[in-house]
């Protein structure tokens, strides 16, 4: 029709209202994961259009912040990968182009002890209590270095499970090997620590260190040493006789301030297309009424 601007359209069947339409009309069928609609249903749908030089200005100011949403997406990816290739030139003695710095190597267990986590799971997640974190959360809420906490719970635990800042907490199990050879430096202190997590500390290396050395350097002899099919489980024991090479103190403090920086970057990006995203969903529930 003449009166309908296709690209107008092609929005619309993004929209709120559009959405709202096919779960009220729609039959599930025995698959509640997927929604069909019958064509009489999808035909009879009353849709108020606005004129078309209206369609139009909708139709244009969508694209646009879809265009803006892509590139920011590819700025978040690229400050990431950007931080990669960072981590593995200053934490390699190779590459690190930062003169007179001595470097020595020796294994995770000889440069520091474990603990296992406290008993705790998800039943224990309360709305108050003391923050706490738990093995999957490595895999889905934090990074390298965890700065703030999600999570809290009423559960008592010995002050041994408490973190202490610069702790390492590494998963015990996960889905794959390389999924599993990932940790996390808790920079803050008396978290619980819970869950299938094994609690690394050091007085030698900087947590963060030890944390991207884990992540980017030996996470593929972390891969290697992992055991199981379905689910993956790997031994503190053996994580401890992987080799490092790690630089001084004031070296490792150092890395760690440069890529506090590139954290701090990749984070407002990440909340720049957070908020992006936010504002397309609020404009297709505002925009198709």
Known sequence: SKDVNPEYFEKYFRSTAWHRYIYMFGDSGARHDRVSIKDEIFFEMPVH?????????????????????ELQRVLVENFKKYKRG??????????????????????????????????????????????????????????EVIRSIVRK?????????RSKIGDVVIPTSGETPEEISTASCVMVPDVILAGDLNIYR????????????LNHIVNDQI???AQGKSV??????????????????????????????????????????????????????QLFI
């Open 49 to 69: 259009l606005p004129c078309n030089k209206e369609q139009e200005k909708i139709a244009t100011f969508l694209s646009i912040l879809e265009r803006k949403i």
């Open 153 to 161: 719970t009423q559960a008592k635990v010995d002050t041994v499970y």
């Open 86 to 143: 960072v981590v593995k030139t200053l934490l390699d003695p190779k590459q690190n182009q930062h003169q007179g710095v001595i470097w020595k190597t020796d294994t995770i267990g000889n440069l520091g002890t474990f603990i296992k986590g406290a008993s705790l799971s998800k039943a224990d997640i309360s709305d108050s209590g003391t923050p706490f974190i738990l093995y999957g959360e490595l895999y889905t809420t934090y990074k």
């Open 202 to 213: 050091s007085n030698v290396v900087d947590g963060r260190i030890m944390s991207y050395l």
């Open 223 to 225: 891969a290697r040493v």
């Open 232 to 285: 993956v489980h790997v031994q503190a024991s053996e994580v401890g006789k992987i080799a490092i090479t790690y630089p001084e103190h004031s070296e490792q403090k150092r890395i760690s301030q440069i890529l506090e920086l590139i954290d701090k970057r990749i984070t407002m990006s990440e909340d720049t297309l957070s908020s992006m995203q936010n504002m397309k969903t609020a404009f297709l529930q």
